[in-house]
Each structure stands twice: as structure tokens, then as C-alpha cells.
């Protein structure tokens, strides 16, 4: 496939990725933080996002197995799993934190399990996404092509 | 935390470089990968640690690790703080008291970020003496107006310094030419501390700032939708 259809899938791609509300604005900001001195900066904040979300998927999938579940301790896990993905402009995932803490305000066990699987499965899809377009990013880079900029007025 | 090395003969007391240094405090390691990005990209030095605590320990002013140096401080001069609200063990605003309570680090701008755009957490952290208070997730136009009014507050802070100095020196002068005519004024008038607030603001809480506040705080809560 030639380079410039390679940056036009990456640039609808990436539409299609705020279209369906995958991401939102916070994500632009974080592609400005790119440039040549930090030409990986998206994919190392993204990286370490799924290092964390992970982390804190498992403490939470344990924290609701227990006989008395600590609602504050469930709390504090899913506002750090929501600021985080706040960060990285993951807006599903971040959406599916603002769910899962209001079953936590009023201890609604069987809320907070669906939630826990709603933002599994949210941070499932977004990792899948934010793959591909890395993908494309990198066979971009390696024809020797730069990744087109995305401007927010689409 | 990065380890900081002593400069022989390097006169700390005052910010001789143009670059302002920050210390910016956040637990969540993305968040603090994000901070120190939009800092550096900003033309700041940046020291980014992971608790309230540690920011303490690197002011100096841990109450259980003693400083030894006289200057108190381990590093560069810190010229503005900005902490995540929401931490585990001390909270953003615990720190901002500390560092308020603080006769050697009261006068450095503190910044509070959080996720949560609550009224009265904001005030709590305005009349605590934070000289501002952004919503998460942070933007690099947050950044930027911060910065650029830190840094005229410190140029302006050094002029003052500059001007006072320069009567320093003038006093002395006329002193040791003889006291005749000298409607004495002493330089005692003028403070010895080079560590004097130069901003107004910052007495102030609910002062206004630059222009730029216009998107602070307060005109966000209005535009943003409620979590």
C-alpha cells in the first residue's frame, strides 16, 4: 500500500476512533506533547496506562470477591483508573469509572460487578484500538512517511 | 525522585537562569509522565514525585529527615509547586498548608489539580493560599498561562529585589561619606530577607490575577459539565 493511503486510513482512523467516543480531546493534547526530541510520548503514556489499569483491574476483581467488600478501597481504586484514563483522553473507559463509583457511593455489589465487567471490557476495546493505530503509525514511519496531525475541527 | 548534585559556588538564592523550576507531586504515574511533559514542553525544569511526603523531603522541610545544609534546601530553588489534590497519605491540600506554614517556602505559588470540580474544595485551596486550582485532565494552555504568570512574578520579584538592593547600596554610600545630612533612614526600612513575596496575589486569595484567569477555575465550573 502506497504511504499517502497508509496516512489517509491513519487519519480516519483516528476520526472514527472520536466519532465513537473512544476518545475524546485529552487525546489531541497528548499528541501535541509529541515531537521529535519525544517522538514516542503517546505510546509510553498508553503503555503505562494499560500497565496501571491492569494493576488495578486485578485489585479490584479481587476486592469484590471478598465476604466484606470495602467499598472505600474499591472507590479509590476505580478514581485512580478514572483519572488515567482521563489523562490519555480515553473517554469510554473513563465514562465506565463514573458508573462503577456511583454503584460504589451507595455499595450496590452486583452494580459494581457489572461495571467491573463494562470497564474490562471498555479498556479491552480501547487497547485494541490504540494498537492499530500505532500499527499504522509505525508502517507510516517506516516508508519514510511522518504521521499526519489531526485537527480537532473535523 | 532524581538525585540532585551540589554546585560548588553557585549562588542558589536567587533564579539566575530564566527557566522556572517546579515541583510537581501526583501518584498516578501516568499523570505524572503527562505533568512533567507539559512542564518541560513549557521551558520549565521539572522534579516529579510521588507523594506529599517526598515533596517535603525534597523542600527540606520533613520534620523526620533533618537538613543539614544552612540553606535548607537539598536542590535548585523551587519556583513554583503544583500537587494532585486527591493522594494517598497527605492530600494536595495538606501539602499546600505545610508549604503555607512554611517561613522559608510559604512564598512559593502552589497549584492544585484535581479530577473533581468541586466548589468548595477549590475555595478550601484558594484561602488556603493556592494560588490557582486546575481541572483535570490538565492542558497545555493550563500550563502555559501558569507559567507565564510565574514567571512575571519572578521577574517582577527581581526587579523589586534590584531596586531595593540598589538603595541597599546607595544607603551605604551616603553613610560612609558622614551622617550630616543624612535624614537618617536606615536600611533597616528595607527588608533583609531575600525571599519577600513580590506578588500581591499571593496575600490575597481571592485577589484577581492576570487576564488569564478568565479561564480559571471558577469560568470552567460554569462550562463544564458535572461528573
Not at chain 1, 116 to 122: R, T
Amino acid at each position: 500500500m502506497e504511504l499517502v493511503q497508509i496516512q489517509r486510513r491513519l487519519v480516519d482512523y483516528t476520526k472514527s476512533l472520536f466519532m465513537e467516543g473512544f476518545l475524546d480531546a485529552q487525546f489531541l493534547q497528548l499528541q501535541q506533547l509529541q515531537d521529535d526530541s519525544n517522538p514516542d510520548f503517546v505510546f509510553e503514556v498508553v503503555s503505562l496506562f494499560f500497565e496501571d489499569s491492569e494493576k488495578l483491574l486485578n485489585e479490584l476483581t479481587i476486592a469484590l470477591d471478598q465476604p466484606n467488600v470495602d467499598f472505600k478501597k474499591i472507590d479509590s481504586h476505580v478514581h485512580q483508573l478514572k483519572g488515567s484514563s482521563s489523562s490519555i483522553g480515553a473517554q469510554r473507559v473513563k465514562n465506565a469509572c463514573i458508573a462503577f463509583r456511583n454503584y460504589c457511593d451507595v455499595q450496590n455489589i452486583e452494580g459494581c460487578l457489572t461495571c467491573l465487567q463494562q470497564v474490562k471490557q471498555e479498556c479491552y476495546l480501547v487497547k485494541n484500538k490504540f494498537e492499530t493505530l500505532f500499527r499504522l503509525e509505525q508502517q507510516i514511519m517506516a516508508s519514510g512517511g511522518s504521521v499526519p496531525t489531526i485537527e480537532l475541527g473535523f | 525522585m532524581r538525585t540532585t548534585e551540589k554546585i560548588d559556588g553557585y549562588d542558589l538564592s536567587t533564579s539566575d537562569t530564566e527557566e522556572v523550576h517546579v515541583l510537581a507531586v501526583d501518584d498516578s504515574l501516568v499523570d505524572r509522565k503527562v505533568i512533567e511533559r507539559l512542564l518541560r514542553i513549557s521551558s520549565c525544569k521539572v522534579t516529579a514525585v510521588d507523594s506529599g511526603r517526598r515533596a517535603l523531603q525534597y523542600l527540606g522541610l520533613d520534620e523526620e529527615i533533618q537538613k543539614k545544609e544552612t540553606n535548607g534546601f537539598d536542590g535548585l530553588k523551587v519556583d513554583l509547586i503544583i500537587t494532585d489534590y486527591c493522594m494517598p497519605g497527605m492530600t494536595g491540600y495538606e501539602l499546600l498548608k505545610k508549604v503555607k506554614e512554611s517561613s522559608a517556602f510559604r512564598e512559593i505559588p502552589v497549584v492544585i489539580m484535581s479530577s473533581e470540580n468541586v466548589i468548595a474544595r477549590i475555595d478550601r485551596c484558594l484561602e488556603e493560599g493556592a494560588e490557582d486550582f486546575i481541572v483535570k485532565p490538565v492542558k497545555l494552555s493550563d500550563v502555559k498561562r501558569i507559567i507565564d504568570y510565574t514567571t512575571t512574578e519572578l521577574r517582577e520579584g527581581e526587579q523589586r529585589e534590584g531596586a531595593r538592593a540598589r538603595r541597599r547600596g546607595i544607603n551605604k554610600r551616603k553613610q560612609r561619606e558622614g551622617d550630616d545630612d543624612l535624614s537618617s533612614s536606615p536600611p533597616s526600612t528595607l527588608s533583609s530577607s531575600t525571599s519577600s513575596s513580590p506578588s500581591s496575589s499571593i496575600q490575597s486569595a481571592t485577589a484577581p490575577l492576570s487576564p488569564s484567569t478568565l479561564d480559571s477555575p471558577t469560568r470552567r465550573l460554569k462550562m463544564t459539565s458535572s461528573e
